[in-house]
């Protein structure tokens, strides 16, 4: 009798356990499908409760140094300690596997409620539903856009309605190391206008002088900027295929690259594929004289210059300067399963528009671009932020405006480029091979 | 006695045999059975994670064994991979296996050590420490320059004619599942049978090949099928160390399946290489069972057609 009671019991327990379990998963249900309706309704809700109740934020942005995470934490800590009630939760992931993390956890409807979005996807996430328009936030200044010229916001637009807001500004820049330029007897490049031609000289005078490399190879980045300079796009206008017709583009760009590779002037391919993180380029290591590894001024600047231990000379890249342009280094959207957007909003503003946030960013995710934070932190800018500023004026006076978003293909047309290019340097495929595959390869997955 | 299903529904033990696996069950259910069987649906589908799936028919087969160059790419990629490694690996499991079956002193100890890479490849700190031993300034091309003077300036690991290689080597490093289990299998071979064949003057090498080997057959078989199953799967090494570059020479099947659904966004596609994969698998398993009757030798033969 004794031993049955037991069982009973035991099978009991154990539904017990299996129904709580089921239990709650079934809360969790109910309150992802509260969040997908939330943006409709919950905006003055929130807004009452906003003040007093305490509540966590998830935010998650990209990363791929400590002082990137060093740089965001620090701000994380001014926010917290300025809104007492909100607690902010960080997430980070490094390189492509980024995007990875916010697709995976847009599937399942659990994106962190700020999410720091490249450019390049923000039509994509926008098509997909995955942000909510902070049009109403910026209506009732919880994030304070006032006085700002629409050129740094109006970028963080889709079909007229904001969905991010520009973290701050930034360009691809050429990083050359006055000391090394001025032992090998080589003028810096010339802010009026840096050929080609004279690109090539001077990596030839660097290594016949010095014996060291001039710059490592340039890729999709540089390829682009190398499209512009050429009036040409890479995307064409309808965003399924490519942007240009003249294959001799993409021929004469890696012909260049390939002649620079046999004069021994760039670095090895071998040494630049081991390249993992910022901090192992060729320029950062100070093996080469010239950066132009697709670095931008921003958060690269200070990596570089820190390491380093010198000031480094900013150019644009050889040839006409149109083709540099100027780009939010991120935006800061808000989920649309966010329960707390209001919160998020105001993480966004301090984040963007906080004197303090300002100066302890010290310009690392981008130049402000505010009036009023550029007048507040102008005074304690480093000598780095106040070479960045000179830079970034420049790419002003010069580039023109940013292409539009890559489509949604754009990360196959990407690996397509990057295999390549890679063949092309490993000299297994001709460059006039190359630009007829990337039209192909690239032709098909943007007609998909 | 004979049990209807009534009498089966009112039997207390049931009740208590699916309570008590209830957990498991849920999780079959909900963490293996659904997915696997949603994604046959998705494989027929142009799904990109974020927005409904729609329904495409058998286009995502059409695609990729029609118009897709790097599909192509992948599958020779992980057939040469699983060809070379899986052989590989298995004469090296059974060579040590063999060594440490030996009567001499610390083969307790040596046997742990040799299993230590096995405990520890699988994690990703091992595949990076890889990355470290093979790469440019790696251990090994300083040791070839100390040693040798012989200067090396590839990196095994990025190069594209040794990046494959580089691979192959790590996972035949991993030999000390396989040679475990042969090393069990081993013991299990009667001493008698060697020393008889010893006493009428067979050579080492006749003896392993007439007795070891047909006796240790099924264990070679059991090893080769997980062998097999697994090389195919095989992801993190490559997606880690080479993320399936230079140029796709170690586009693994798996690792073109993950970018096809998680980078591209082609979750359906991705759907569809994940069936083919099982079915090539499947069929190859099958294929290597069927082979079984001609050189596994079991002991116990009448009952062993299949």
Not at chain 1, 231 to 239: E, P
Not at chain 2, 266 to 279: E, T
Request: aromatic share 12%.
């Amino acid at each position: 009798m004794r031993s049955i009671k037991k069982r009973y019991s035991a099978i009991l327990l154990l539904l017990a356990i299996g129904l709580t379990a089921c239990g709650g998963g079934n809360t969790n249900n109910a309150s992802t499908n509260e969040a997908n309706n939330t943006p409709k309704t919950s905006a003055s809700e929130t807004k009452e409760a906003s003040s007093t109740e305490p509540v966590t934020i998830r935010v998650s942005y990209w990363a791929g140094t400590q002082l990137t995470i060093d740089a965001h934490d620090n701000v994380v800590k001014l926010f917290e300690a300025a809104y007492p009630n909100i607690k902010v939760q960080s997430e980070y992931a490094t390189g492509a596997d980024y995007t990875d993390k916010i697709l995976v956890q847009a599937a399942s409807k659990d994106l962190a409620d700020v999410v720091r979005v490249d450019y390049s996807q923000i039509k994509n996430y926008v098509s997909k539903g995955l942000l909510q328009p902070l049009d109403e936030y910026v209506a009732d200044k919880t994030i304070d856009l006032e006085g700002i010229n629409p050129l740094h916001t109006d970028v963080g637009k889709v079909d007229d309605k904001l969905y991010g807001v520009n973290i701050g500004n930034n360009a691809l820049v050429l990083f050359y190391d006055p000391d090394k330029l001025k032992e090998a007897g080589v003028e810096a490049p010339a802010a009026s206008g840096y050929t080609w031609e004279q690109y090539e000289q001077d990596l030839q005078t660097v290594k016949d002088k010095l014996g060291i490399y001039g710059d490592t190879h340039f890729g999709q980045s540089q390829y682009e900027i190398w499209l512009r300079q050429h009036d040409a796009k890479l995307y064409n206008d309808a965003q399924d295929g490519l942007g240009y017709e003249d294959d001799g583009l993409f021929t004469e760009f890696f012909e260049t690259q390939l002649r620079l590779q046999k004069k021994e002037l760039l670095t090895p391919v071998a040494v630049e594929s081991e390249i993992k993180a910022l901090e192992d380029g060729p320029f950062p290591k100070g093996n080469s004289a010239y950066g132009g590894w697709g670095y931008w001024s921003g958060s690269h600047s200070a990596v570089v210059e820190k390491q380093l231990n010198k000031v480094v000379g900013f150019s644009l890249f050889p040839g006409p300067g149109k083709g540099a342009y100027i780009k939010p280094s991120f935006f800061h959207g808000i989920s649309s399963n966010s329960k707390h957007p209001k919160e998020a909003a105001q993480f966004i503003e301090f984040y963007t528009n906080n004197i303090e946030a300002a100066k302890s960013l010290d310009g690392y995710f981008g130049f402000p671009y505010n009036p009023k934070v550029l007048a507040g932190v102008e005074s304690e800018f480093t000598d780095t932020q106040k070479r960045v500023r000179a830079y970034l004026d420049l790419v002003e006076s010069q580039g023109s405006p940013i292409d539009p978003p890559a489509p949604a293909a754009g990360s196959e047309v990407s690996t397509s480029f990057k295999n390549i290019a890679s063949e092309i340097f490993y000299e297994k495929l001709t460059p006039a091979e190359g630009a007829k595959r990337f039209r192909q390869e690239a032709n098909k997955a943007l007609k998909k | 006695m004979k049990r209807t299903s009534k009498q089966w529904l009112r039997n207390p033990d049931m009740y208590a045999g699916y309570a008590f696996i209830f957990p498991w069950l849920l999780g079959l259910f909900v963490f293996s059975l659904f997915p696997i069987f949603f994604s046959l649906y998705l494989s027929f589908t142009d799904y990109d994670i974020l927005s409904a799936p729609q329904w495409i028919g058998f286009e995502n087969f059409k695609e990729m064994f029609t118009d897709d160059p790097r599909f192509v790419k992948s599958v020779k990629v992980t057939l040469l991979y699983v060809a070379v490694a899986v052989p590989l690996r298995l004469c090296f499991a059974l060579a040590i296996a063999a060594l440490l079956n030996m009567k001499i002193k610390g083969a307790r100890a040596l046997r742990s050590l040799y299993y230590l890479p096995t405990l520890m490849g699988g994690s990703v700190a091992v595949i990076v420490m890889w990355g470290q031993l093979f790469g440019l300034n790696g251990a090994f091309n300083s040791f070839m320059r100390s040693i040798f003077g012989i200067e090396i300036s590839i990196s095994w690991i990025t190069d594209p004619s040794t990046a494959l290689g580089s691979l192959i080597v790590l996972s035949v490093w991993q030999f000390g599942s396989a040679m475990l289990i042969f090393l069990a299998g081993l013991k299990q071979i009667p001493a008698s049978l060697l020393e008889a064949a010893l006493v009428d003057g067979a050579s080492a090498a006749y003896r392993f090949r007439r007795i070891t080997l047909p006796l240790l057959s099924p264990v070679i078989f059991f090893n080769l099928v997980m062998g097999i199953i697994g090389g195919f799967k095989v992801f993190s090494e490559g997606m880690i160390l080479t993320g399936g570059g230079p140029h796709d020479q170690t586009l693994f099947y798996v690792i073109y399946l993950y970018e096809n659904s998680f980078r591209f966004l082609h979750m359906g596609y991705g759907s569809a290489m994940a069936w083919v994969l099982l079915l090539a698998v499947s069929i190859l398993t099958a294929l290597v069972f069927r082979s079984s009757s001609l050189w596994v030798h079991y002991e116990s033969k009448g009952e062993r057609e299949a």
